[in-house]
């Protein structure tokens, strides 16, 4: 990849490019967005946002989960992109440990039915024990299913609440969080100012029609800012680091 900003010669590997000094706040963790967009602002493409990648933005994606304790996704995006367990290359867990971090970190699915396939290999295969995020007000058959396959933190009233959500998982040590999506749980965390670092993907493509993008159903009160700390080239994509402003 050619880094572009700050300007340097020097060509980075995805590792590189994925480095940084993560400090959560006090009361959660580091919650770090990573989206893909085409040049027109679409984050999905047939109700996946797989079909807008390429080899170098596949290779960022795991070398960011690399950097994670704990990935958070909305259900629906389990369902829609067919999530497996976290598997990281022996590399990244030999990287991972010698930061001091579980060797496989946990995939927390966020889900407001508890719908869930308890037999899909999210699950039965998973290394690392999934965690269930939901709301108390939830079906207790299913919250009692939940329980038998994952950690679960369910709070809040008839909607997650997702800002005590994020300090429980502080509280278990989980100082980055990873953000995966889709666009409208990333609406709601942004809508609540939870979101720190967006790293954010220009796919070299035109989608057209009425896109969704990487927020959905937010109506800000204010337009917030980031700032921009870092960009790569590889293949005419660009790989966008922006952190909240100020």
Known sequence: MRRL????EKHVDAAEAVAADRTPPDDRPW????MIASVDGAAVVEGKSGGLG???DREVFHQLRGVADVILVAAGTVRAEGYGPARPRAEVRAARVSRGQAEVPPIAVITGSVNLDWSAPFFTDAESRPIVITTPEADEERLAQARKHADVIALGGR??????????LRARGHEVALLEGGPSINGILYGLDLIDEL???????????DPIGILRGVALPERRGLRLLQVLEQDSYLFLRYVRWP
């Open 5 to 8: 900003l700050p300007p340097s």
């Open 31 to 34: 919650v770090l967005l990573n």
């Open 54 to 56: 390429s080899d170098a």
């Open 159 to 168: 909607r997650i609440d997702f800002a005590a959500a994020l300090g429980q």
């Open 199 to 209: 790293n954010l993907t220009i796919a070299p493509s035109l989608v057209g029609g």
